[in-house]
């Protein structure tokens, strides 16, 4: 119901909006569950697990009960999200409606479903757990529903940097904020409101004799106008992390309609040097018999509602408190021209002098009615029992500091006795202080001056200066708060969308969950979408209660970011579809596409497969062809994802004899070896080639996988190991395009675009040279990965796209032409060359074969441990290569190794495949794999299975390489 | 968490790359005993509280020994690993 | 007192009065024949089979916190058994066999679900590790499937399958993969435990080991000195600490995984889903939350806590694979400490110390090895020789290189499994 005269929006434009359907309106300023009340809609949820029908509880974030899905965003709060023009909201956990709703037959089931009966059923018969119980139990949990085939979420990312984050603009942050900001401070003020001010907007008692908004508004001005000052409203801090570093949702676009140019929701990372928490307090509901009914609001609430947005939330209220703030919330809503029915205090010396309302002193409430929406309350006192008849029931319990963004770094709360509270831990967060409500402060003019100090004790972290407070005069009297209070009876709820009752927090303790993590865990409380923000402290205090324990010594759970919920379209925003990881092209990537190659990741990199041709319509026969060109023609490959790194220094040589088994100080100038790396736990980590380019310069090249292990590992070698090597390491693998040219007529080709003679004599296998290519400052190496002739030519990446066309032209009226990395693939098993497949990390230069390498008279990582006796048994798995018996026998990677006659079990096993293909030149299936003793059994037949593609092959044991073995077509 | 680089000043720890315990700085000479070997790779103090670790800033290459509380994080210096290994 | 559907229902009709305590509440006594240190999963399982299998029962289970405090609470309760190393495969298979008769097992509903697990693939490398994987599987008895990308797609369809900037090329799906109620687990343990005679004393910090002539004699502890024959360590998150307090430096350092649960849903994932290539798994709790995490924080810490930028990588990860959760909110972020071995395998061992077992090095691995962890580290505490599924988890593996179980291949780099 409206109320003229009351509220900040009147006279706002209207707005039009539906509720399950239904059309309502509002006005602009109007939540959702503002609106709702102002129509007199009091139902607006059910609950968890019993399905009980709900109301708003609250007028802020921490809403248990009316929770609606908006625009396709599930377990929306109500009290949070505001009305746009033609928004669609509808209700969750109903059906068919949420006014009939089957599963509420779960309430007449809670005798029997109460607190863990969970763990003590449905273990019979075994089968029905999956098949029937918790299928049932799976449909009947859950609140909102998620649509995979919505659209997808716009949200956005960012930073932010300050010197002081205020955090909440209630009068402790507005305080603060001014402060901060007269001393020049960068200051960032977030409030999660839509509307900053905090509780000044939601009381009447005057500032400056004014109505507090009035002077909201002025500070607001005044900041507004500072530069130095972000104002950030709708914007919830949710999480505080190391380093001064703070998680925020801002909610960008949420109270509008969609529009495609603006993002819903912004995740924001703000690094501030200091900070100062004023999120303000939150009022706990107290336990009493039917104590969830639509109506049953908190009392701070229903002031809210009336003050803020001028909405009575029924037109005969009861007020029901245990402090003298409930008492507030009588004279507001008596002042507003509601009847006030009476005002219930628990405390038998409570008094409201001059009330024009009955005050009922020790008196509580022992049930109310109404099925949809409260009716009638039943007050107990000294005068004894009575019926009223009332449409709102407002509820004080007290309030609770908001200290959960103080213990996120995992400090614990303290129990103050006095104020009831628990109060945020001393330096919980070093960079933080704690202002206002928050900190206990219950007063205006405390929380005023509260916010002031605070920032002045952060100003003075900085080195600043805060100026002479300058504060307005304000309400300080702090409401007396009398002692928690349970009304016995049934149905005492105190997690309310949870469904947690008090008799369920009394049976964890009788079946010995006493810890209060125990008692959260049994009874799920706390475990709702509002993680206890109004239950979990009355809570606390009925378990101390029935352990007949002091609160202090209970202690709370732990604080856990996020304070409030965020999606996770918002803190992974930008991750969608290609935006997970960046994409890294080559130089040839257009030519490639140019050709219809589909290119495929590796790593970040992308790379063709293969270069269909014409009338080829599967990948096999493009391959086939690639090789059979490399191996009787000239192929071209793009090679430069490869790591490159430039080595310099008089050291140089002295580097690489460390990080690599074999010794490269040996290396004439001119010259190329192959090195292995070992980690120095003694296993492989990576290979490659290293060219001696002259006396104090070597060009490394490394795997496309580990080009950024590596270079971080020579970093660690120069910086760490081997300070005293006189050596620069600096990786050029985007500085530079290399392709790689391969088959008998290479040396045409790249005769035809280098300026440096290529004889055999002259450049013999594993040669080096800077030379020019067309024209261009270039290297040469004559390299090869696939068993043939080979050179890869390396020119200044910009010159990649034009050198590479040029290759693939000249390869093609040689009877050549492009390979991909199926055909590079095969050409290197053919000869036995190993990729990270056999390099996968579990092995050693023994397992490969390559033991020999291992210098015996230097120093080099992995050294060491490569001698442990487990990493050189006889009996370890050893590379070997594997050819079917049979023509047609097919080889799969993955497969696994048995003797001739064993069952494939895992006792029995003796090794796996590691790659496979087609070999197109030998007209038979290859493979390479690991065997145990492999290297002794060259000749035996195993037994391939390859259980999970249905294979199962004969093959025999041979020598890795199948190819050449003597290296004749390599050396030409 | 921000450490602060050396070169670069502070930064978020999603720039840096982290490698374990300090460890690292004493390597073994070659014909040490099988035993320190071990420990140099494998045994660690895993202190709850303060801790040496080796940190590298990604964006400029350097390696870093970070002292840090495993408890807290709070991070209480920073040395250039190169100054750290002398 | 037996839990079934009958006795809840009697006693929701007497009004629930007749409960009556899952565990006692026992002081300790000033002497046990067996001490387990740590009321973890492990721990509380090691104490059950040490009674059930060995008839040990004078046991005493020491918990400086309350029973399943640690990493057991803190989970993504996946149960799995798709490893691929020799010595993880085999132990893993028995620990998925043990958490089939679970229920049974402990009368207590620990809402083991079968809901089938797939690792997604999306190179043809990462294929044939997969096919490496199942092969492995299979040959120890575990149920593997390999799926194409149509065969994902009739299972997950909502997966993004057209924008995606690692495309799924398919999946190894393990049927009998799942997952389970985390804390069940521990309290029905527990409560098995204590019905055997086992002594559970929470709020009981153990402060130091007592040893002499190079054999364990007990423990000191926050509520007194303890004599025992025989002390297991079992504490994960804790090892290095607990296990000074006998001289021992281990090979383990400690680190944060986060996890992440959203708000309750309605049913919308049904199986568990791993995603290699971003480092994110995900599953929906019965309850409606979507449970979910990534890889580690990297850097060694006990504060179970992380920080934003693997939150954001996670969220970022689940955003590709999964576009319609972006929608869904993050509830809760919470931090397990993991015990970090050299090559990600667990440790269950003697030690050079006369009576005193170690059962630690989980890595991520520890939920679904609860059962399989306590059946072996009973065994061993109660036989003196180590079972045979658990024959490979020694501590002296690092210092002979012999029988690493490397399943990343990442290497002794202790951060980087």
Same mark, same amino acid.
């Given at each position: 119901m409206r109320v003229a005269g009351k509220g900040l929006y009147q006279g706002a434009p209207p707005v039009s909006f539906r509720f399950d359907g239904v059309a309502w309106h509002g006005v602009e300023g109007d939540t959702l569950a503002s609106a709702l009340l102002g129509e007199g809609v009091r139902l607006m949820g059910r609950s968890f697990k019993y399905h009980r029908p709900r109301g708003v509880l609250s007028a802020g974030s921490e809403e248990p009960n009316a929770l609606v899905c908006v625009d396709g965003v599930p377990n929306t709060r109500a009290t949070m999200q505001e009305i746009w023009e033609g928004m669609e909201a509808t209700s969750q956990n109903a059906r068919p409606s949420l006014r009939f709703d089957v599963l509420a037959v779960n309430d007449w089931l809670a005798p029997f479903i109460g607190a863990g009966f969970y763990y003590k059923t449905f273990m019979w018969p075994r089968s029905f757990w999956e098949r029937v119980y918790e299928p049932l139990i799976r449909r009947a949990a859950g609140l909102g529903r998620l649509d995979p085939s919505a659209g997808p979420l716009l949200c956005e990312k960012a930073w932010a940097f300050c010197d002081v984050l205020v955090i909440g603009a209630g009068p402790a942050g507005l305080s603060a904020a001014l402060a901060a900001g007269r001393a020049g401070a960068r200051v960032i003020l977030a409030d999660e409101g839509a509307r900053m001010g905090g509780r000044l907007l939601a009381e009447t008692d005057p500032l400056d004799g004014q109505p507090p908004h009035l002077w909201v508004e002025r500070v607001l001005a005044e900041l507004v106008q500072m530069p130095n000052v972000r104002l950030m409203p709708r914007t919830t801090v949710t999480g505080v992390h190391d380093g001064g570093t703070f998680a925020a949702l801002e909610r960008v676009s949420l109270h509008r309609a969609p529009r495609a140019d603006l993002p819903r929701e912004c995740f924001w990372r703000i690094v501030a040097r200091r900070a100062v928490l004023c999120a303000g307090a939150i009022e706990r509901p107290l336990p009493f018999p039917d104590n969830d009914r639509p109506g049953v609001m908190l009392a701070g609430a229903v002031r809210a509602y009336l003050n803020h947005w001028g909405v009575a939330a029924g037109r005969r209220v009861v007020v029901f408190g245990n402090n003298d703030d409930a008492h507030r919330t009588a004279r507001d809503c008596h002042a507003a021209g509601l009847t006030v029915a009476a005002l219930v205090d628990s405390r038998p010396e409570a008094a409201m002098p001059g009330a024009p309302f009955p005050v009922l002193p020790g008196a509580r409430i022992a049930g109310t009615r109404g099925r949809l929406g409260l009716s009638r309350v039943t007050v107990e006192g000294p005068q004894g029992r009575q019926e009223i008849e009332a449409d709102v029931l407002a509820v004080s319990g007290g309030w609770s500091p908001s200290v959960h963004l103080a213990c996120h770094l995992g400090a614990r709360p303290v129990w103050d006795d006095r104020l009831q509270a628990f109060l945020p831990p001393p330096g919980? $967060? *070093?960079w933080m202080t704690v202002a206002g409500a928050a900190a206990g402060e219950f007063t205006t003019a405390g929380c005023l001056r509260d916010g002031w100090r605070a920032a002045s004790a952060a100003l003075a972290d900085l080195g600043l200066r805060a100026p002479d407070p300058d504060l307005p005069e304000a309400e300080g009297q702090a409401p007396a708060q009398g002692p928690f209070i349970v009304v016995e009876g049934r149905r005492q709820f105190v997690d309310f969308q949870n469904d947690v009752t008090v008799k369920d927090i009394r049976l964890a303790v009788q079946e010995g969950f006493c810890s209060v993590e125990h008692m959260k865990r049994y009874t799920t409380l706390g475990m709702a979408t509002d993680q206890g923000k109004t239950g979990n402290v009355p809570a606390i205090a009925i378990l101390s209660e029935a352990l007949g324990s002091p609160v202090a010594a209970t202690g709370t759970t732990t604080f856990r970011p996020p304070y409030t919920p965020v999606s996770i379209g918002a803190m992974g925003a930008g991750g969608q579809g290609m935006g997970f990881a960046p994409r890294r092209l080559t130089t040839s990537h257009a030519a490639c596409l140019d050709r219809g190659a589909p290119m495929i990741e590796a790593g970040l990199w992308y790379r063709p497969g293969y270069f269909p041709r014409p009338g080829e319509t599967t990948w096999r026969q493009s391959c086939d062809r690639e090789v059979t060109m490399v191996r009787q023609a000239v192929g071209v490959a793009d090679v430069s994802t490869l790591g490159k790194i430039d080595i310099q220094g008089p050291d140089a040589a002295a580097l690489l004899d460390f990080v690599y088994c074999n010794t490269f100080s040996t290396l004439p100038v001119g010259r190329v070896r192959y090195g292995l790396m070992l980690r120095e736990d003694g296993h492989v980590m990576d290979d490659g080639t290293t060219a001696r380019l002259g006396g104090n310069r070597y060009i490394m090249t490394t795997t496309t996988a580990a080009a950024g292990q590596v270079m971080r590992h020579l970093d660690f070698v120069t910086q760490v190991l081997r300070p005293d090597l006189d050596v620069h390491c600096v990786s050029v693998t985007e500085q530079w395009a290399q392709f790689s040219v391969a088959g008998p007529r290479s040396r045409d080709l790249v005769q035809a675009v $280098? #300026?440096? #003679? &290529?004889s055999d004599a002259a450049f013999p296998y594993m040669a080096c040279a800077e030379a020019p290519v067309m024209g261009v400052p270039g290297r040469v190496f004559r390299i090869s990965f696939s068993g043939e002739r080979a050179y890869e030519l390396a020119v200044p990446a910009r010159y990649g796209a034009s050198l590479y066309r040029l290759l693939v032209a000249y390869a093609e009226s040689l009877g050549g032409g492009p390979y991909g990395m199926e055909a590079l693939n095969v050409l290197r098993i053919e000869k036995g060359y190993i990729t990270h497949a056999e390099i996968h990390g579990r092995t050693t230069a023994f397992d490969i074969g390559m033991e020999r390498m291992v210098s015996k008279t230097k120093d080099c990582i992995g050294w060491a441990a490569s001698r442990r006796p487990g990493l050189l048994e006889a009996d370890r798995e050893q590379l070997v290569g594997l050819r079917p018996v049979a023509q047609d026998g097919v080889i799969t990677a993955g497969a696994h190794l048995y003797r001739r006659e064993d069952p494939a079990t895992r006792l029995n096993g003796q090794g796996y495949v590691t790659s496979a293909c087609w070999s197109p030149t030998l007209g038979r299936a290859l493979g390479l794999g690991f065997l145990r003793r492999g290297r002794e059994r060259h000749g035996e037949v195993v037994r391939l299975v390859d259980a999970m593609r249905g294979v199962e092959t004969l093959c025999e044991v041979t020598d *890795? $390489?199948? &190819? #050449?073995p003597k290296g004749e077509r390599l050396r030409g | 968490m921000r450490v602060t680089c050396p070169w670069c000043g502070e930064r978020d720890r999603r720039e840096f790359t982290v490698q374990g315990d300090e460890t690292a700085l004493r390597r073994p000479h070659r014909d040490a005993p099988p035993e320190d070997w071990h420990a140099y790779i494998h045994l660690r103090d895993n202190p709850a509280g303060r801790l040496r670790e080796m940190w590298y800033h990604d964006p400029c290459g350097t390696w870093i020994v970070v002292e840090r509380d495993t408890v807290t994080h709070a991070v209480h210096g920073t040395t250039p690993a190169r100054e750290a290994a002398r | 007192m037996r839990y079934s559907g009958f006795r809840v229902l009697a006693e929701g009709l007497r009004g629930n009065r007749g409960w009556t305590r899952a565990w006692r509440d026992p002081a300790p006594k000033d002497r046990y024949d067996t001490i387990i240190i740590g009321g973890g999963g492990h721990g509380l399982s090691t104490a059950y089979y040490l009674a059930r299998n060995h008839g040990i029962t004078d046991v005493a289970v020491l918990e400086k916190g309350y029973l399943g405090g640690g990493n057991v609470g803190r989970n993504t309760t996946i149960v799995r058994a798709n490893y691929f190393l020799p010595g993880n495969s085999e132990f893993y298979s028995h620990s998925l066999k043990l958490w089939e008769g679970l229920e049974a097992e402990l009368n207590y509903n620990v809402m083991h679900s079968q809901r089938g697990l797939i690792n997604l693939f999306h190179s043809d490398s990462q294929r044939d590790a997969f096919v490496r994987r199942g092969n492995a599987m299979a040959a120890q008895g575990d149920d593997a499937i390999l799926l194409d990308r149509e065969g994902v797609r009739q299972l997950l369809p909502y997966l993004d399958f057209d924008n995606a900037r690692f495309p799924i090329h398919g999946g190894l799906f393990h049927p009998r993969g799942g997952t389970a109620r985390h804390d069940a687990v521990a309290w029905g343990y527990a409560r098995a435990a204590d019905r055997r005679g086992v002594d559970l004393i929470q709020n009981c910090e153990v402060t130091g080991i007592d040893i002499e002539g190079g054999r364990v004699v007990g423990v000191q502890t926050t509520r007194g000195a303890i004599r025992a024959r025989r002390v297991g360590i079992v504490v994960a998150g804790r090892s290095s600490q607990v296990a000074a307090m006998a001289g021992l430096r281990l090979p383990i350092e400690s680190h944060v995984l986060q996890a992440f649960v959203t708000e309750g849903l309605k049913p919308v994932i049904h199986h568990v889903i791993s995603f290699g290539m971003g480092h994110f798994y995900i599953s929906q709790s019965d309850k409606g939350g979507l449970v979910f995490g990534g890889d580690l924080d990297f850097y060694a810490s006990y504060a179970a806590r992380g920080n934003l930028p693997m939150v954001e990588h996670v969220m970022e990860a689940g955003m590709t694979l999964m576009p319609m959760i972006g929608r869904a909110r993050v509830l809760r972020s919470w931090g397990g400490i993991m015990d970090m071995s050299p090559d990600g395998s667990p440790i269950i061992d003697r030690t050079p110390i006369e009576g005193l077992y170690l059962n630690c090095g989980w890595n991520y691995g520890g939920f679904k090895a609860v059962p399989a962890s306590g059946w072996c580290m009973a065994h061993l505490m109660a036989t003196g020789q180590p079972h045979e599924v658990a024959a490979r988890y020694r501590l002296d593996r690092f210092a002979t290189g012999r029988g690493l179980m490397d399943e990343e291949g990442t290497g002794a780099q202790h951060s980087l499994h």
């Amino acid at each position: 119901m409206r109320v003229a005269g009351k509220g900040l929006y009147q006279g706002a434009p209207p707005v039009s909006f539906r509720f399950d359907g239904v059309a309502w309106h509002g006005v602009e300023g109007d939540t959702l569950a503002s609106a709702l009340l102002g129509e007199g809609v009091r139902l607006m949820g059910r609950s968890f697990k019993y399905h009980r029908p709900r109301g708003v509880l609250s007028a802020g974030s921490e809403e248990p009960n009316a929770l609606v899905c908006v625009d396709g965003v599930p377990n929306t709060r109500a009290t949070m999200q505001e009305i746009w023009e033609g928004m669609e909201a509808t209700s969750q956990n109903a059906r068919p409606s949420l006014r009939f709703d089957v599963l509420a037959v779960n309430d007449w089931l809670a005798p029997f479903i109460g607190a863990g009966f969970y763990y003590k059923t449905f273990m019979w018969p075994r089968s029905f757990w999956e098949r029937v119980y918790e299928p049932l139990i799976r449909r009947a949990a859950g609140l909102g529903r998620l649509d995979p085939s919505a659209g997808p979420l716009l949200c956005e990312k960012a930073w932010a940097f300050c010197d002081v984050l205020v955090i909440g603009a209630g009068p402790a942050g507005l305080s603060a904020a001014l402060a901060a900001g007269r001393a020049g401070a960068r200051v960032i003020l977030a409030d999660e409101g839509a509307r900053m001010g905090g509780r000044l907007l939601a009381e009447t008692d005057p500032l400056d004799g004014q109505p507090p908004h009035l002077w909201v508004e002025r500070v607001l001005a005044e900041l507004v106008q500072m530069p130095n000052v972000r104002l950030m409203p709708r914007t919830t801090v949710t999480g505080v992390h190391d380093g001064g570093t703070f998680a925020a949702l801002e909610r960008v676009s949420l109270h509008r309609a969609p529009r495609a140019d603006l993002p819903r929701e912004c995740f924001w990372r703000i690094v501030a040097r200091r900070a100062v928490l004023c999120a303000g307090a939150i009022e706990r509901p107290l336990p009493f018999p039917d104590n969830d009914r639509p109506g049953v609001m908190l009392a701070g609430a229903v002031r809210a509602y009336l003050n803020h947005w001028g909405v009575a939330a029924g037109r005969r209220v009861v007020v029901f408190g245990n402090n003298d703030d409930a008492h507030r919330t009588a004279r507001d809503c008596h002042a507003a021209g509601l009847t006030v029915a009476a005002l219930v205090d628990s405390r038998p010396e409570a008094a409201m002098p001059g009330a024009p309302f009955p005050v009922l002193p020790g008196a509580r409430i022992a049930g109310t009615r109404g099925r949809l929406g409260l009716s009638r309350v039943t007050v107990e006192g000294p005068q004894g029992r009575q019926e009223i008849e009332a449409d709102v029931l407002a509820v004080s319990g007290g309030w609770s500091p908001s200290v959960h963004l103080a213990c996120h770094l995992g400090a614990r709360p303290v129990w103050d006795d006095r104020l009831q509270a628990f109060l945020p831990p001393p330096g919980g $967060v *070093p960079w933080m202080t704690v202002a206002g409500a928050a900190a206990g402060e219950f007063t205006t003019a405390g929380c005023l001056r509260d916010g002031w100090r605070a920032a002045s004790a952060a100003l003075a972290d900085l080195g600043l200066r805060a100026p002479d407070p300058d504060l307005p005069e304000a309400e300080g009297q702090a409401p007396a708060q009398g002692p928690f209070i349970v009304v016995e009876g049934r149905r005492q709820f105190v997690d309310f969308q949870n469904d947690v009752t008090v008799k369920d927090i009394r049976l964890a303790v009788q079946e010995g969950f006493c810890s209060v993590e125990h008692m959260k865990r049994y009874t799920t409380l706390g475990m709702a979408t509002d993680q206890g923000k109004t239950g979990n402290v009355p809570a606390i205090a009925i378990l101390s209660e029935a352990l007949g324990s002091p609160v202090a010594a209970t202690g709370t759970t732990t604080f856990r970011p996020p304070y409030t919920p965020v999606s996770i379209g918002a803190m992974g925003a930008g991750g969608q579809g290609m935006g997970f990881a960046p994409r890294r092209l080559t130089t040839s990537h257009a030519a490639c596409l140019d050709r219809g190659a589909p290119m495929i990741e590796a790593g970040l990199w992308y790379r063709p497969g293969y270069f269909p041709r014409p009338g080829e319509t599967t990948w096999r026969q493009s391959c086939d062809r690639e090789v059979t060109m490399v191996r009787q023609a000239v192929g071209v490959a793009d090679v430069s994802t490869l790591g490159k790194i430039d080595i310099q220094g008089p050291d140089a040589a002295a580097l690489l004899d460390f990080v690599y088994c074999n010794t490269f100080s040996t290396l004439p100038v001119g010259r190329v070896r192959y090195g292995l790396m070992l980690r120095e736990d003694g296993h492989v980590m990576d290979d490659g080639t290293t060219a001696r380019l002259g006396g104090n310069r070597y060009i490394m090249t490394t795997t496309t996988a580990a080009a950024g292990q590596v270079m971080r590992h020579l970093d660690f070698v120069t910086q760490v190991l081997r300070p005293d090597l006189d050596v620069h390491c600096v990786s050029v693998t985007e500085q530079w395009a290399q392709f790689s040219v391969a088959g008998p007529r290479s040396r045409d080709l790249v005769q035809a675009v $280098v #300026d440096a #003679d &290529l004889s055999d004599a002259a450049f013999p296998y594993m040669a080096c040279a800077e030379a020019p290519v067309m024209g261009v400052p270039g290297r040469v190496f004559r390299i090869s990965f696939s068993g043939e002739r080979a050179y890869e030519l390396a020119v200044p990446a910009r010159y990649g796209a034009s050198l590479y066309r040029l290759l693939v032209a000249y390869a093609e009226s040689l009877g050549g032409g492009p390979y991909g990395m199926e055909a590079l693939n095969v050409l290197r098993i053919e000869k036995g060359y190993i990729t990270h497949a056999e390099i996968h990390g579990r092995t050693t230069a023994f397992d490969i074969g390559m033991e020999r390498m291992v210098s015996k008279t230097k120093d080099c990582i992995g050294w060491a441990a490569s001698r442990r006796p487990g990493l050189l048994e006889a009996d370890r798995e050893q590379l070997v290569g594997l050819r079917p018996v049979a023509q047609d026998g097919v080889i799969t990677a993955g497969a696994h190794l048995y003797r001739r006659e064993d069952p494939a079990t895992r006792l029995n096993g003796q090794g796996y495949v590691t790659s496979a293909c087609w070999s197109p030149t030998l007209g038979r299936a290859l493979g390479l794999g690991f065997l145990r003793r492999g290297r002794e059994r060259h000749g035996e037949v195993v037994r391939l299975v390859d259980a999970m593609r249905g294979v199962e092959t004969l093959c025999e044991v041979t020598d *890795p $390489v199948f &190819l #050449d073995p003597k290296g004749e077509r390599l050396r030409g | 968490m921000r450490v602060t680089c050396p070169w670069c000043g502070e930064r978020d720890r999603r720039e840096f790359t982290v490698q374990g315990d300090e460890t690292a700085l004493r390597r073994p000479h070659r014909d040490a005993p099988p035993e320190d070997w071990h420990a140099y790779i494998h045994l660690r103090d895993n202190p709850a509280g303060r801790l040496r670790e080796m940190w590298y800033h990604d964006p400029c290459g350097t390696w870093i020994v970070v002292e840090r509380d495993t408890v807290t994080h709070a991070v209480h210096g920073t040395t250039p690993a190169r100054e750290a290994a002398r | 007192m037996r839990y079934s559907g009958f006795r809840v229902l009697a006693e929701g009709l007497r009004g629930n009065r007749g409960w009556t305590r899952a565990w006692r509440d026992p002081a300790p006594k000033d002497r046990y024949d067996t001490i387990i240190i740590g009321g973890g999963g492990h721990g509380l399982s090691t104490a059950y089979y040490l009674a059930r299998n060995h008839g040990i029962t004078d046991v005493a289970v020491l918990e400086k916190g309350y029973l399943g405090g640690g990493n057991v609470g803190r989970n993504t309760t996946i149960v799995r058994a798709n490893y691929f190393l020799p010595g993880n495969s085999e132990f893993y298979s028995h620990s998925l066999k043990l958490w089939e008769g679970l229920e049974a097992e402990l009368n207590y509903n620990v809402m083991h679900s079968q809901r089938g697990l797939i690792n997604l693939f999306h190179s043809d490398s990462q294929r044939d590790a997969f096919v490496r994987r199942g092969n492995a599987m299979a040959a120890q008895g575990d149920d593997a499937i390999l799926l194409d990308r149509e065969g994902v797609r009739q299972l997950l369809p909502y997966l993004d399958f057209d924008n995606a900037r690692f495309p799924i090329h398919g999946g190894l799906f393990h049927p009998r993969g799942g997952t389970a109620r985390h804390d069940a687990v521990a309290w029905g343990y527990a409560r098995a435990a204590d019905r055997r005679g086992v002594d559970l004393i929470q709020n009981c910090e153990v402060t130091g080991i007592d040893i002499e002539g190079g054999r364990v004699v007990g423990v000191q502890t926050t509520r007194g000195a303890i004599r025992a024959r025989r002390v297991g360590i079992v504490v994960a998150g804790r090892s290095s600490q607990v296990a000074a307090m006998a001289g021992l430096r281990l090979p383990i350092e400690s680190h944060v995984l986060q996890a992440f649960v959203t708000e309750g849903l309605k049913p919308v994932i049904h199986h568990v889903i791993s995603f290699g290539m971003g480092h994110f798994y995900i599953s929906q709790s019965d309850k409606g939350g979507l449970v979910f995490g990534g890889d580690l924080d990297f850097y060694a810490s006990y504060a179970a806590r992380g920080n934003l930028p693997m939150v954001e990588h996670v969220m970022e990860a689940g955003m590709t694979l999964m576009p319609m959760i972006g929608r869904a909110r993050v509830l809760r972020s919470w931090g397990g400490i993991m015990d970090m071995s050299p090559d990600g395998s667990p440790i269950i061992d003697r030690t050079p110390i006369e009576g005193l077992y170690l059962n630690c090095g989980w890595n991520y691995g520890g939920f679904k090895a609860v059962p399989a962890s306590g059946w072996c580290m009973a065994h061993l505490m109660a036989t003196g020789q180590p079972h045979e599924v658990a024959a490979r988890y020694r501590l002296d593996r690092f210092a002979t290189g012999r029988g690493l179980m490397d399943e990343e291949g990442t290497g002794a780099q202790h951060s980087l499994h």
